[in-house]
């Protein structure tokens, strides 16, 4: 079931309905845990069983986390968590590579092939859970004690498969507190709604077939193209999991709650480590938090807590070695950076604001190129289609090819320039004190770029993951 | 923003929803217009429609809208003693048989309509649905499509929204604002600013003589195996043609090499026999053309200059025929007068 569909409505109306006409929050819990699980098992009804599990499971062993604190326990229960994600997400590529690798030395190792289910939003699911069993054992959040404030917590429709990952001291009260109906949360939530959808269907799925027909041949392409369509895909992935996690936070506040911001218009950072600050925001501070800092963040052993934290993050994007190259020089770029940073930082603070401004408007261009030339990594399914990619990017015959499609430059051109303008619209202290008829104005430029295109349900992209 | 936020949230709806009954009832008003907006070959037509009445039209895939530049064709024919004349070119990227069926049948009958020159290639020959039409509903459709199909089905507004698309949005002002500028040889933007400043890009009568000669139909009608329903097609448009006194001829587009000559195979040469035996009408064969490369956009189609060196070539072979040449009044029918060797 997709955000963007007249079956999701079909659920989210009587939700809403049944939500805020009771007053007992409990039954408003249930709604919302009902409507979930629903929305769950309509993509695979198997896996609704598996996340069931583990709400169970969890909130067991985070009662018992509260009255024993005990790291073992801390050590199994994540163990358990990732033994699943190993098993659904890695399990079939980690066994097709040992086959591989024992071919080479003549051996046939007797492994089963692996279906490949993967339950839906398993990876946010949880990293969500780990964190929260980490809080509770740090003390930084108290074990829920009522199953199904956690099971709400664990399994809320509107971020369960791809984010944003809330934390537990963050939305937990939120789930305690009986939320009063409040107009303009609701009134910000609809236009947030509408925003998503517009980058989703008006913006990432133009660009799509753009990205999608490249990459399916990448060694036919001009030097030209190979750039113009792997922009279009930088575009389409920002779109798409903008899109998502704005029709997420607008969910939220239809039910009065409040999700994260998860993108801050990464593609205008200036260096890769701001990048990372605002790109999938929830996850990158999960990976700080409960990955970097712990390994001893920036105090000890810096380049290798980076590559691994980063390796690790490209691990969790996906099972094959592009992720884990994606990730790995990831993290040796922010190594370098902050290297050269922390050499040159003197003279970056002497610097006159005119040079200090172009400075940081070229290594954004830089930065942009960098992190572009890494998504090649991300899209390409496999590391010989990377490989080839990239020939076309960086090697000769350098070819250009003039008749650019006129969608894709104007779409390219329009992103790039509207991007920033299209979040502060999108911020509650602009769009709400505007006039009835300019807010209403800017739904209807957004809705008509909606219905332009609407019509193809594709998935979103971060489904995948 | 002033009032209670509950005021405030009441009126924002009502306004959304104010703009939707006002986009619903332009939807409604103008459906024809937007739709022929949203779709490249109901935008030809539409400007066709607007620049009636015609006395030569052009009907093909964007290998035609390349080849057959009208004011070349009508410079040469002028040169060839023909009185003033028009002619457009309706052709359409990625045109199917299916949609060349359709807007040829809608303009067969045009008054003031004198000849129409039709294309037959490989790329022509392509089939299916109509995009324009309504799609039907698959058996397994879900609870979304059938919801979205009924919307379609009741709201102008979601019928015709591809009218938000971009293009369609710049061709629904060409359409409205420029229609009679255009000769329908425009392809890009940059095209239509062309024409709407009146720089036209083609060649005129000093052009010089390019080795193009059509090949007489050659294959024997009985051995066409293939193409049957689009050789039906074919000849229906043929009939819709005679039917209302126009000429008709076909003719088959040059491409770079053999290698992309499609329409040098057997089965084609099969179809334009058949086609030639029942209907009698000329079938002019560039297909084994080769014109220099620079003339060309790329394989199968003529850069604008070569289309304007081409254009002469079907010019000539429209004043070397008699019955065409009669049609469009030419005061004799002088031959190959120009360009061809």
């Known amino acids: ?465 | 923003m002033r009032g209670t936020p509950a005021r405030n949230l009441a009126l924002y709806l009502v306004v959304v929803a104010g703009i939707a009954l006002l986009l619903e009832g332009a939807c409604r008003h103008w459906q024809k217009l937007f739709l022929a907006a949203s779709h490249r070959s109901l935008f030809k037509a539409a400007l066709l429609e607007r620049r009636l009445p015609q006395d030569i039209v052009f009907f093909g895939t964007s290998r035609t809208g390349e080849a057959l530049r009208p004011r070349a064709v009508l410079s040469a024919l002028a040169d060839a003693g023909a009185p003033p004349l028009s002619a457009f070119n309706v052709s359409t990227p990625f045109s199917s048989l299916d949609i060349l069926q359709a807007v040829a049948t809608r303009f067969s009958g045009s008054p003031g309509l004198k000849l129409a020159v039709v294309e037959i290639s490989h790329q022509q020959l392509g089939r299916g649905a109509l995009p324009w039409g309504a799609e039907s509903l698959a058996a397994d459709a879900d609870f979304h499509a059938r919801a979205f199909t009924w919307l379609e089905k009741h709201s102008a507004l979601v019928a015709e929204r591809k009218i938000f698309v971009l293009n369609s949005l710049s061709r629904l002002m060409l359409v409205s604002l420029f229609a009679g500028r255009f000769d329908g040889t425009e392809e890009f933007g940059s095209d239509y600013l062309v024409s709407i400043l009146g720089l036209s890009r083609d060649i005129g009568s000093n052009a010089e003589p390019i080795n193009c000669a059509p090949r007489p139909v050659d294959a024997p009608p009985a051995s066409l195996n293939e193409f049957g329903e689009e050789r039906d097609i074919y000849l229906a448009l043929a009939r819709s043609f005679q039917e209302h006194g126009v000429e008709v001829a076909f003719y088959v587009p040059p491409a770079l090499d053999s290698e992309h000559a499609w329409e040098t195979g057997t089965p084609y040469r099969a179809l334009r026999a058949s086609i030639h035996a029942v209907t009698g009408r000329p079938i002019w064969d560039f297909s084994e053309c080769h014109l220099p490369p620079h003339l060309y956009r790329d394989a199968t189609h003529l850069s604008a200059t070569g289309g304007s060196y081409f254009s002469r070539s079907i010019a000539s072979a429209i004043a070397a025929d008699p019955r065409l040449a009669q049609a469009l009044g030419m005061r004799q029918a002088t031959g190959a007068a120009h360009a061809l060797p």
Not at chain 1, 103 to 122: R, Y
Not at chain 1, 130 to 142: E, F, L, S
Not at chain 1, 282 to 295: A, H, K, N, Q
Not at chain 1, 414 to 442: D, K, T, V, Y
Request: proline share 4%; with cysteine.
């Open chain 1, 1 to 465: 079931m997709l955000f963007h569909s007249f079956t999701f409505l079909a659920l989210l109306v009587p939700t809403l309905a049944i939500y805020w006409l009771s007053r007992s929050q409990t039954i408003r819990l249930a709604a919302l845990f009902v409507a979930s699980m629903i929305f769950y098992a309509f993509h695979h009804w198997p896996s609704a069983f598996l996340l069931l599990g583990t709400i169970g499971l969890n909130y067991s062993a985070a009662r018992l986390q509260q009255r024993w604190r005990s790291r073992w326990l801390l050590a199994l229960i994540v163990l358990i968590d990732l033994s699943l994600l190993f098993w659904f997400k890695y399990a079939a590529f980690a066994a097709a590579e040992l086959k591989r690798a024992a071919s080479l030395f003549g051996l046939a190792l007797p492994l089963p092939t692996l279906s490949n289910w993967l339950p839906l939003g398993i990876s946010f699911f949880t990293f969500q859970v780990i964190a929260y069993q980490v809080d509770v054992y740090r003390g930084t959040a108290g074990a829920e004690r009522s199953l199904l404030v956690f099971a709400v917590f664990k399994s809320f429709f509107a971020q369960l498969i791809a984010g944003p990952i809330v934390r537990a001291k963050e939305f937990l009260p939120q789930l305690h507190k009986r939320a009063r109906f409040d107009p303009q949360q609701l009134h910000h939530g609809l236009f947030l709604f509408v925003a998503g959808l517009a980058l989703k269907i008006g913006v990432a799925d133009v660009l799509r077939q753009f990205a999608d027909e490249a990459f399916r041949s990448p060694a036919e392409l001009a030097t030209t193209d190979a750039w113009l369509n792997l922009y279009a895909f930088a575009f389409q992935l920002f779109a798409d999991f903008w899109g998502y996690s704005t029709m997420a936070r607008g969910l939220g506040k239809l039910f009065g709650l409040e999700l994260p911001l998860n993108f801050n218009l990464p593609y205008l950072s200036s260096s890769l480590q701001e990048f990372w600050r605002r790109w999938h925001i929830t996850l990158s501070s999960w990976f700080r938090d409960y990955v970097y800092i712990p390994l001893g963040g920036n105090r000890s052993k810096h380049t290798r807590n980076l590559l691994v934290t980063m390796t690790a993050a490209g691990i969790w994007h996906g099972a094959g070695w592009t992720f884990v190259l994606w990730g790995l020089l990831h993290g040796l770029w922010l190594a370098i950076e902050s290297a050269l940073k922390r050499r040159f930082a003197s003279r970056l603070t002497t610097a006159s604001p005119l040079r200090a401004t172009a400075a940081a408007a070229l290594s954004g261009l830089l930065l942009f190129h960098g992190v572009c030339l890494l998504w090649v990594l991300f899209r390409a399914p496999s590391l010989p289609v990377a490989s080839s990619y990239y020939a076309r990017l960086l090697l000769p015959p350098y070819r250009v090819h003039t008749d650019v499609p006129e969608t894709l430059a104007i779409w390219l051109v329009g992103f790039a320039l509207l991007q920033a303008p299209l979040a502060r619209a999108m911020e509650r202290e602009r769009f709400l004190p505007r006039s009835a008829w300019a807010q209403a104005a800017i739904t209807w430029l957004l809705l008509a770029l909606t219905l332009g295109y609407a019509g193809q349900r594709y998935d979103f992209i971060y489904f995948a993951f």
